[in-house]
C-alpha cells in the first residue's frame, strides 16, 4: 500500500531556531513529491515541488530535499518566525497514477 | 502557477438538502480533476478523479451515488453532495492536472467548507 507518514506530528519551537520537518513513503517510485502550507480553515498553499529527477528545491528560507532510494523527504525552514506557524503538508505522487497522496501533516507552532 | 477556483467557498445547508459545489481552471484546460475530502485536523484524502467527458472513478469506500460528479467541460467539475447529512460536514478542495512538455503538475482549489446542520 502507497502510503506517506509525517513526522513529527506536532511541533513548538522559539522563533529564529532552524527546523526539520520529515515526510517518509513508502514505494520510491514516485513522480514528484509537493510540500504544501495549509493555515488553519484555509486551502493549500504550495511551497516546492521536487521532480523525480531533483534532489532538492529552494525558496527563501526553505528547502527540501528528496531521497527516493531511502523514502524521504525534509523540508528546513531556516530562521523560523511566528507567521511561519500553520501546517505542512507533504503529498507524493506515485508513478503510473495522477493521484497525489498526503502524508499526515505536521502542526508548527512557531512562539514569539 | 495556474489558477483553480472554487464556489462556493463556504455553505451550511440544512439536513437532506443537495449542495453543488464549483471547480473552475481559470488559465488552463484539465482533462482530469480530482476531489478530496478533509476532515477536521486530518489530512486530505482522495475522493475521486473526475474526467472531463467520462465517468468519475471512485475510492473505496466512497458512494458514488452521494457524491455525484459531473465534469462537462475542461475547465468545470461539479461536485454534488447529495442528500448531505451532518456527517458529511468536511472541506472538499479540488485540485486540476495539466501536463507540460517536461512536466505534469496538478494545482489546487482554495477548498469549500461544508457544515450540514
Known amino acids: 500500500k502507497q502510503e506517506v507518514t509525517q513526522i513529527p506530528a506536532a511541533l513548538s519551537v522559539p522563533e529564529g531556531e532552524n527546523l526539520v520537518l520529515n515526510c517518509s513513503f513508502t514505494d520510491s517510485a514516485i513522480y514528484n513529491l509537493q510540500w504544501f502550507r495549509q493555515d488553519p480553515g484555509k486551502g493549500l498553499t504550495s511551497l516546492l515541488l521536487i521532480q523525480s529527477s531533483q534532489r532538492e528545491q529552494t525558496s527563501g528560507r526553505l528547502n527540501a530535499s528528496l531521497d527516493k532510494s531511502s523514502g524521504r523527504s525534509t523540508l528546513y525552514i531556516a530562521a523560523s518566525q511566528p507567521g511561519d506557524s500553520a501546517t505542512y503538508l507533504c503529498?507524493?505522487?506515485?508513478?503510473?497514477?495522477?493521484?497525489?497522496?498526503f502524508g499526515t501533516g505536521t502542526r508548527l507552532k512557531v512562539l514569539a | 502557477g495556474a489558477v483553480v477556483s472554487q464556489h462556493p467557498s463556504r455553505v451550511i445547508c440544512k439536513s437532506g438538502t443537495s449542495v453543488k459545489i464549483e471547480c473552475r481552471s481559470l488559465?488552463?484546460?484539465?482533462?482530469?480533476m480530482f476531489w478530496y475530502r478533509q476532515f477536521p485536523k486530518q489530512s486530505l484524502m482522495l475522493m475521486a478523479t473526475?474526467?472531463?467527458?467520462?465517468?468519475?472513478?471512485?475510492e473505496q469506500g466512497v458512494e458514488k451515488d452521494k457524491f455525484l460528479i459531473n465534469h462537462a467541460s475542461l475547465t468545470l467539475s461539479t461536485l454534488t453532495v447529495t442528500s448531505a447529512h451532518p456527517e458529511d460536514s468536511s472541506f472538499y478542495i479540488c485540485s486540476a492536472w495539466t501536463q507540460g512538455d517536461n512536466y505534469n503538475e496538478q494545482f489546487f482549489g482554495p477548498g469549500t467548507r461544508l457544515t450540514v446542520l
Open positions: 503529498a507524493v505522487l506515485y508513478s503510473g497514477t495522477y493521484k497525489y497522496i
Open positions: 488559465d488552463f484546460q484539465a482533462t482530469t
Open positions: 473526475s474526467n472531463e467527458g467520462s465517468k468519475a472513478t471512485y
